[in-house]
């Protein structure tokens, strides 16, 4: 059994410094758990972030390989937690077991995923050019360019994803790798499951020699907590998933500082879905049961859940309807992570279903307990869809919302207004994409990535993912948020010029002695400086 | 005999719809030339941004090879207005012809490294992972993922680069590679010069059948033109090389935004130089002469100027400190740029002059004519140094400052102090450089480029390069402002999931028809996919 103090992570150390504490509560009732938790006072906040500025020094400078064994090494741990964690969390979020598992496994891929990364030592993108004594009518200086990490970074953990986008998350994972101490801002409504996580953190970092400092954790609210780390002079970069009010109260701040710094918030998007003809006539009952499928997946709770269907009229588009309409009415609520949660999703289906220009389309079936989030299928028209701005806001839940349009230009244009979502989904045979490489263009332009004839829900943790997407759905819409490529959120590049060899980072020496590609005088090679 | 009309260029138009005038001045002396500019009203702004988003539509599916033909053809056009280019350029800001000459081939170059970079291919980070319908639990999808334009850029033309970070300047030839259309608010100082190569980009356009609105010039004051471009909702991100006021306005309305942008602003910094000791001893003439030459070069109108001089007391140090006296006192000013500059320089270096812990060490020669810069040499303690927070800001022009400190610890702490620099540079012997590492530690957390035994001034264009720094240096830590890395400002990563191969850009095909490097499934390649 693994105890919970309810303390503070300050590196090595753990904290109780204050009076003010939050309660670990059962999702699915609301019910009180044993376990209370101090909220960090801001003297905790600053030991915390001192002691990251403090560790930066030294984890910096750890090789690639020392940082791949840390994360080895969290991956480790968190496996160690077995199924205790999977029961606390399952409590905390009302998330059943089998995804939760799946969760943690894709956590521990997720760290290692970064630590091959570090291994291979690439990520870098070491440029060299060498310098030219001779070159008129100056010389050419010898200049070479590598990523560094930018210093301690601020993760705050999602109430969605209580492991892989939580304490030992993506971010998590991601600045680590990049060489920067974590602060966690832990999730109030999965508290033990983050002292858990944390502990793990915690022993991976003293077993592999990591600087105490290089990770801490602490409880308190977003507004206070999370704005005190968010404002401190150490901190130099911020991470959230998360809404659109947090994300973006966040970044205003980070904008205000004396020094500001980037914040990477992914705020989450309606997703919109379009069905082109020929994949409407052919693929009906597929798409049908797909789309209802990945509305009311995991109660609807994901960033790429679709909230938005388009198709146009046509002979087939009312069968189509109708088969949609008995696909969602087979769908079943779930109770959701937070009773603040399910009370913004009823807020904002009751809010629809009273829309005059909107109808109800579908229901899934009623939940027999309470405290459930009931899946619902609206509908409206283009044009008022196109006059009403705030339908296009996000309703987070099994909540989505169907829009038949009169003709393709109408799907153009309704493409067109959209603001930056996460990702956009098509379904079409080749036929259609050919088609439609209008609306294909316009959607480029609005999302991170398009989704052909699949489901944007289920994001996969690989080098080529882009989980991120123009503002509104993020606030750095150059920034991902999963796979490889996060990690530059994390990093500036710096470049040495004449510097001797040995003096370099090993990434640069002439020798090339980690075997890395590096671009020299233009080309990419792995051969060594001559 | 180029005919200069004063007219905004709008696409492929000209426009004048505005009273209200600017006029071109003879920088050395501060009297008007022949020509007035129409200031642009608020309707040209929104037409060039209008025609931007149009133009973008059609810009951003150019191929790699179509955009360089592009750049190259502004190049060709920049040489072909020949001496009269020059002749006006330096009129306009009083620079040498020998300066203006390499400034231009400098600029030339910049568009040509970019075509380069264009016709490779490669730098769009072509990432691919292949689909697995068999994996379990779960099919892996087929992911693929590029950089692709952000959007119309707003480039702020910079006074002290009137060519090589102006109109035709590094922003912009690095804007249009990433295949954004281009809005250049001209700088005032040197309208003519803009007008002159704002045509040869518009000539460029035309002949390579760019779309119309891929590029326009618009005149008028920072406060109100700049202003309304940057809060023009068609504006996707703005580049600006100026001051730290203009560029903090800019970035402050761009968070403002409804929806924020990024500014790259590069505000220019003090450029710190540490002198170690035994390269003090050994190479006291060389250090002295250079450090005079790159204080006063181009009337130390550079935004690497260096701005602070710090080595230790010892034995020799006070020799070197006469040295570099008598070396200071045979160099010699000029007129600047602008009036406003040389009363800038004027005001900031008689604060110094009489500020109660500041001497002046030295003055070179005093100038024959008027409005002119004239070189000064300041000496301070590092406690004065760190007790005086506005002895960090620059003063832009010939002007420098030595501490002399009373031990390496002394070195450290105002190291430690400082706060974000584009450069800082250090002699040292190979000896002096292993035992102080710690120093070398600091700086590279400080500064985007570390400079050894030569000086800051001189920035290479080229891969390796990093011209950019934490902030206040720049507004953007994570950027370049130099070098083929500066395209990045510019772009964001999309991902395709599933897409036909047919479907995708040419980067992202099975067969790599562009032959690029590219990261299949976590290996670097030039190869199809299997």
Redesign the interface.
Known sequence: MIRIDGKQIIGFDASAAGSEKLFSRKAATGELLAHQFFKATESEVNAACEKAATAF?VFR?KSGIEKAVFLEAIATELVALGSELITVCCLETALPEVRIE?ERNRTVNQLLMFA?LLR?G?WV?A???TGDASRN??P??D???MH?G??PVVVFGASNFPLAFSVAGGDTAAAFAAGCPVIVKAHSAHPTTGEFVGKAIRRAAEKTHMPDGVFSMLHGEGTVTGMQLVRHVHVKSVAITGSFTAGKAL??AA?RRD??I?VYAEMGSTNPVFILPEALRINKETIAKGFAASVTLGVGQFCTNPGLLLYEESNESEAFTQLLKREFEHTSGGPMLTAGILGAYEKGTARYAVHEGIQVLACGKQSTTENCAHPVLFRTTAEVFAGHQELSEEIFGPASMVIETASKDEILSVASGL??HLTATVHGT?RD??SY?DL??IL??K????????FPT?V?V?????H?G???ST??????SVGT?SI?RF??????????S??LPAELQNENPLNI?R?I??L?TKERVL
Chains 1, 2 share one sequence.
């Open positions: 020094q400078k799946a091959g291979e690439s993108d440029r060299i050019e009518p100056l050419k200086p200049i070479r360019y560094v930018l210093g970044f205003d904008c020094v500001p980037p603001s930056g080749e994409l050919a490489r294909l263009d480029e332009q999302v991170g990535r398009i989704v052909i004839n699949g289920g996969e690989c080098h080529a993912m882009v991120g123009p503002y509104p606030t750095d819409g150059r920034s991902t490529a530059f990093t500036r590049a710096v470049c040495y010029q004449n510097m001797p040995a003096l590609w671009l005088n233009g990419q």
